[in-house]
């Protein structure tokens, strides 16, 4: 084997050293639990999920009549307040089963205040796929891997992993509470691989009052 095929085979096996290190970075992200490595992944979340009958689901996402403003026509939501509550649907009836339900919204943007305490609710309405949620500051397009392999939570605690689907009329729920320090454009995605690329997401504003 002459050099230029050594340097040629060498590069090789770099590349493909750096592939199955990105695989297993994707598989630790994919299956870590909410207390280790790979937190915000995809896999022990048992002790933080609870089920919600269709009624309980309906009474989540009925619109309150202050705190939230709604814009259809611009498909936004603002939530005011110190203490915000956003209630999630992953694969909404009206939407896709690769999107997120917010008060009848598929996909919304969500603005909320700078220095808010924001409880976001998860409830999985796929009778068939697991669904989680996490903001971050990783901007579109997504690849199937997903964002999260290079950028974690915007803020502590900004994330749910990924629920089992629904069965027999029981939706697996769960929620987390953050606080919002930082102003700017974040996202919301399920951090699923390859649910964000199929555009399981939407933006998330944090302004100032």
């Known amino acids: 084997m002459n050099v ?7 590069s090789l096996l770099i590349i493909g050293v750096i592939l199955v290190a990105l695989g297993a970075g994707a598989m630790i992200f994919a299956f870590g639990n909410r207390t280790g490595a790979g937190c ?3 896999g022990s979340n048992d002790s933080g999920v609870s089920t919600f009958n269709a009624t309980e689901v309906k009474k989540l996402s009925l619109i309150p009549s202050t705190g939230v403003k709604i814009d259809k026509a611009k498909n936004t939501i603002e939530f005011y307040g110190s203490k915000v509550l956003i209630p999630i649907m992953a694969s909404p009836e009206n939407g ?3 999107s997120f ?8 943007t969500i603005i909320v205040h700078k220095d808010a305490q924001i409880t976001v609710q998860l409830v999985n309405m796929d009778d068939d796929m697991y669904h989680g949620v996490v903001i971050t500051s ?4 997504y690849f199937y891997m997903g964002t999260m392999m290079f950028d974690g939570p915007a803020f502590v605690n900004s994330y749910i992993p990924p629920l089992p689907e629904e069965k027999n009329s029981e939706y697996p729920e769960s ?3 953050f606080t919002v320090s930082t102003l700017g454009t974040f996202y919301y995605i399920c951090q699923v691989m390859g649910h964000a690329s199929k ?3 939407g933006k998330f504003v944090v302004v100032v009052d």
């Open 4 to 10: 230029m095929h050594k340097k040629g085979f060498v």
């Open 199 to 201: 555009g399981m997401y």
């Open 138 to 141: 990783g901007a579109p397009p």
């Open 40 to 42: 915000f992944g995809y």
């Open 101 to 108: 339900g917010i008060y009848g919204l598929v996909n919304p």
């Open 175 to 177: 929620s987390t509470t």
């Open 96 to 98: 896709s089963m690769y």
